[in-house]
Every structure is written in C-alpha cells, then in structure tokens.
T-cell receptor, first 113, second 116 residues
Framework: DGGITQSPKYLFRKEGQNVTLSCEQN?????MYWYRQDPGQGLRLIYY???????QKGDIAEGYSVSREKKESFPLTVTSAQKNPTAFYLC????????????FGSGTQLSVL | AQKVTQAQTEISVVEKEDVTLDCVYE???????LFWYKQPPSGELVFLIR??????QNEISGRYSWNFQKSTSSFNFTITASQVVDSAVYFC?????????????FGTGTRLQVFP
C-alpha cells in the first residue's frame, strides 16, 4: 500500500545531541513537508521541499536541517541549536500544487532526556 | 497575510448531539483552497474535505457537512448526530495559489470529545 512512513515513533534526545527523524514516501509525490505540533499551537511548518535537491524554510526552521537527495526521502535533523525540541513531528507529502491535499505520516514524538 | 483561526479550543458533547466547528481564514489571494483534517488519538491526520475559493456550494457527506461563506471568510464544519468515534482534534487549513504556493497553513485545531 502507498503511504508515508515515519520512524521512529518515539525518540529521545540528550542535551547537545543531534537527532534525525526519518520520512519515506512511496506515493511518487514531488512535495514533502515537516510540521511540528505543540499542544494548543496547531501545526507549524518547519521545512518543505518541492523537488529533489531543493528545499525552503518554513515558519520555524531555526535549529532544524533537512535534505532531499531522493524523491521518496526527506529526513529532518533536530540540531543542538533547537533549545525546545520536545514536540510531535509530522511528515507529509502531496503531488505539488496548492489545490492538492496533504498525506500524513503517523508522526514521531521527540522528547528531551 | 494568510491566517486560519479556530477559536474553539475544545468542545464536549454527548452522543447524538449536533456540533459545529468554526473556522475563519484570512488571505490576500482570490484563488485559494480550504481543507479540513481529522487527527484521531493515533496521531495521523486524515483528510476530510477540500474546497476551492470559487465553489461556495455547501457539501454534505453522511453525517458531515461544510458551510463555506466567502462573505464572512468562514468554512465551518458540522457533525450531525455525533458519535464517540468522532472524538478527535480537527484542523482547518488554507493553501494559496499565488503566494507561497506550497505552504499549507493550519489553524490551532479544535479538540472534540463525544461522550456516550
């Protein structure tokens, strides 16, 4: 079945450590997105990519980095510069135009030790 | 600037009650798209509906209905005869065709709890 796979489901970060969240899709979608969800704040856009080897910052990109070396993969690295990383992270994809719906993964809960 | 407001943080109802979730949006664009998503406890967002700015016709899908009014910049969602399985967080979202083409902006969500 086609879909988006996020791993791991739960992740713990130690102080000063970088961690990488995985996102893989087999929907052949051009565009991929990373959102952060905090209680009461909805979904906020971290980074998005419209095409391989290209990506743009979203509204809260500081402390995060991404890569898009393959169409199906869009990993997110939470760096040590992100001082408040505890949140639920959602990856999504869509065909690539404003009219199209997003397909979401099941999310990764990141917590700080 | 584009913005989506869901003023209701949490709503609690008893099964079989009707409930309306409000969504108000702001946009500079004349062509835009509005979405509703459901987030059950499992965490994955599920697409419910998409509306483009040129189609103000209301839509009904089973117990779900949507009321789109450009005059008030609202896109409200009504669940008729609510059920416990409707308990979830519901998000309204906006996508503009001309500006920031690939950004989908979400509201803060409304948590709906349906009690038996």
């Amino acid at each position: 079945d086609g879909g988006i796979t996020q791993s791991p489901k739960y992740l713990f970060r130690k102080e000063g450590q970088n961690v990488t969240l995985s996102c893989e899709q087999n929907l052949n979608h051009d565009a991929m997105y990373w959102y952060r969800q905090d209680p009461g704040q909805g979904l906020r856009l971290i980074y998005y990519s419209q095409i391989v080897n290209d990506f743009q910052k979203g509204d809260i990109a500081e402390g995060y980095s991404v890569s898009r070396e393959k169409k199906e993969s869009f990993p997110l690295t939470v760096t040590s510069a992100q001082k408040n990383p505890t949140a639920f992270y959602l990856c999504a994809s869509r065909i690539g135009t404003a009219s199209e719906k997003l397909f979401f993964g099941s999310g990764t809960q990141l917590s700080v030790l | 600037a584009q913005k989506v407001t869901q003023a209701q943080t949490e709503i609690s109802v008893v099964e079989k009650e009707d409930v309306t979730l409000d969504c108000v949006y702001e946009t500079r664009d004349t062509t835009y798209y509005l979405f509703w998503y459901k987030q059950p406890p499992s965490g994955e967002l599920v697409f419910l509906i998409r509306r483009n700015s040129f189609d103000e016709q209301n839509e009904i899908s089973g117990r779900y209905s949507w009321n789109f009014q450009k005059s008030t910049s609202s896109f409200n969602f009504t669940i008729t005869a609510s059920q416990v399985v409707d308990s979830a967080v519901y998000f309204c979202a906006l996508s503009e065709a001309a500006y920031n083409t690939d950004k989908l902006i979400f509201g803060t969500g409304t948590r709906l709890q349906v009690f038996p």
